[in-house]
């Protein structure tokens, strides 16, 4: 009885042995973590499934949030040294990030093919580019826009503008609309940043110079003309006054003016159409690129959000495999959809036409547009960028639109203040 | 005697082991952290990257170079200047009803009174006090019935500071319990005494009830005082430091420079500088308070 009883323990401990080593031989675990809405959580955790199902030896642990505190988030981890295997970036970050060297370089895994970009186009690659090295692989594709509500064009009688439109046009437009409704003829946050880098692209420069390290235009009247017609449209009526537009707050796109009916025009990022169509119950908005600078076009394509790998990942392989699956699959494209902006992938573009919705159709359209007409995509901001849109440029926005400065000292002001922050 | 000091220094042992959980608790949590921060208020720290030395040039940043320091300073004190004796008065008017008389029906009340304090605080209220003075909000609905249209409360850096004030008036919970506390205390022989001699409501107010809770007074003060340098949901929530930072409360300036700038080092300085002002303040109030906080005891009858 006795010596059954150690053999049986002998056996015991044998089992346990061979159980706790066998999987760890073969069984990786990735972590992984993005920001996003509970539709993109949703569908995220859904491509996951998938993946774990095909490749039944690599387990995902998902980390996820909402996007105003994930760097907060993710820079306390790297301060602890545990960040994920796979972290989903931002453009305007992933300056800071690759200087840090908490990124890999991914052009290894490329060339073997752990990662296929064959159908992906040179430019959209290359926005994960720096320094010469691929840092990080884009999700899809996003542009500025401004959402057009045609009704409200039609009950105007302003037939809709071209495709190259010009601010000369939207200001004509907006000024009808806004007379002959007594609606906004475009609203919310037309000064956001996004506009005026735009602005700046067609003025001959950029916000940023390419090494990120001083402003990109030269004329301080770039900035200046861009508030002052800003001051002129908001002293008509035209646009919300500034204050409106800070009572309120930072809006959903859902709750934007325009989906109120109480504007025309609304500038937006592209993949936003499908939170804007929603609140509107599916009534169709257009999409158009913004105003040209007498022909001369500002969009461009914005990598919406990025996939990178954690440069001291144990796994490197297996991370890039499922970054692969995340952007070459079908069955997880058709899961995903365009929710992060446009797919990159050529191949998978073509598999998703048939399915699209009229919203997506219209998204996709619209892409394929700034792809034609589009200038090409800035460099990632320089590491300080958040910091200067808090401290700098939203201060002075507000206090030009609330007349406590004008543009063209506001114009000096900002020059001064960037060049102190990026020297320091 | 040997053996007396051995015995002392046992007891003396097991009196630090006894009371060490809370010592390793303060060292590890607040010490630690007090010293570290001093440390990184003198360096450039982004979290990422190790801290950098950087001498004073923190300090001399957040008084020459920086325009939002000052905002933020401005707003803050605005804010105790006039939020901390509305409160106190509310707080006392309040509290003087309810000693006045004794029924269930109060102790009900008292209660009541006191909810705003528990949930006041929070991120629901701050949403709701968004709604209640939007553009769109319940008051400009109330205030278009009497022919008065789209005041933009929280847009106008005229208002929207107000507005924070007045929530935190509302919450005026527990000063009032504690002056109800106070007040239970003043013996009730000194008012017989001063009815008898024919004294007013306002002259037994203003010459035993106030001079007697003048100990409460203070404590209520410098409480209500640091609280309000303190202050960071309203602002964060409500009106997220605008219109042009004319709300941009001081710790929640400290925190976007902490975590949306990751300006570690930068922030610790500002905290610093927050410390020293509060205790500043607090002993101003405390010198002065031997010319008018009168104490019973120290008397000798």
Known sequence: ?424 | MKNISKKKKHDLLMGYLFVSPWLIGFIAFIIFPLVTSLYLSFTRYDILTPPRWIGLQNWIRMFTQDPRFWNATKATFKYVLFEVPLRLTFAFIVALIFSMKESKVLNLYRAIYYIPSLIGGSVAIAVVWRQIWGYDGIINALLSIFGIHGINWLGDTRTAIWTLILLAVWQFGSPMLIFLAALKQVPTELYEAATIDGASFWKRLTSITLPMITPVILFNLINQMIHGFMAFTQSYIITQGGPLDSTLFYAVYMYRKAFNDFEMGYASALAWFMLALVGLFTIIIFKTSNRWVYYEAEEGV
């Open chain 1, 1 to 424: 009885m006795r010596r059954n009883f150690r053999l049986l323990m002998i056996l015991l401990v044998l089992v346990c042995f061979l159980l706790a080593i066998s999987p760890a031989q073969q069984q990786v675990t990735l972590r992984i973590i993005w920001w996003g809405s509970q539709d993109r959580h949703n569908r995220t955790l859904k491509v996951i499934d998938l993946f774990q199902k095909k490749y039944p030896n690599i387990k995902i642990v998902a980390e996820y949030t909402g996007w105003s505190e994930y760097y907060t988030k993710l820079t306390t981890m790297a301060a602890g040294g545990n960040l994920p295997d796979i972290m989903q970036q931002d453009h305007a970050y992933l300056r800071g990030w690759v200087e840090k060297g908490f990124l890999l370089p991914l052009d290894d895994l490329v060339a073997q093919g752990v990662i296929n970009l064959k159908d992906v186009a040179k430019n959209i690659v290359d926005a994960g580019k720096l320094y010469g090295k691929l840092y990080a692989i884009n999700l899809g594709n996003n542009s500025q826009a401004f959402a057009i509500d045609p009704e409200v064009f039609r009950k105007a009688g302003v037939p809709l503008p071209p495709t190259l439109w010009t601010w000369e046009d939207f200001k004509r437009i907006a000024r009808i609309i806004h007379r002959k409704l007594g609606i906004y003829g475009a609203a919310e946050n037309l000064g956001d940043h996004n506009v005026f880098r735009v602005w700046t692209i067609e003025n001959g420069g950029y916000l940023f110079s390419e090494d990120g390290k001083s402003l990109g235009y030269e004329d301080d009247n770039v900035y200046a003309s861009f508030y002052r017609m800003l001051l002129e449209l908001q002293d008509e009526g035209v646009i919300p006054s500034r204050d409106v537009e800070v009572a309120r707050g930072s809006v959903s796109p859902e709750q934007r003016f325009i989906c109120l009916g109480k504007s025309a025009m609304q500038f937006t990022w592209s993949n936003q159409l499908t939170a804007m169509s929603q609140a509107l119950k599916g009534k169709q908005l257009r999409l158009y690129m913004l105003p040209t600078l007498n022909g001369k076009v500002g969009n461009f394509l914005k990598p919406s959000m990025f996939f990178a790998i954690n440069a001291k990942t144990k796994y490197p392989k297996e991370a890039a495999t499922f970054i692969n699956f995340f952007i070459n699959d079908i069955e997880a494209a058709k899961i995903l959809m365009a929710e992060r902006g446009v797919p990159i992938s050529k191949k998978v573009q073509l598999a998703l036409k048939p399915l699209l919705t009229p919203v997506e159709k219209e998204m996709f359209n619209f892409i394929s547009v700034v792809e034609k007409y589009g200038a090409p995509t800035p460099a990632p901001d320089p590491e300080r960028w958040q910091e200067i849109y808090n401290n700098v440029y939203t201060p002075l926005y507000d206090q030009i639109m609330y007349k406590k400065i004008t543009p063209e000292e506001a114009a000096k002001k900002f020059r001064e203040q960037v060049m102190q922050i990026l020297k320091r």
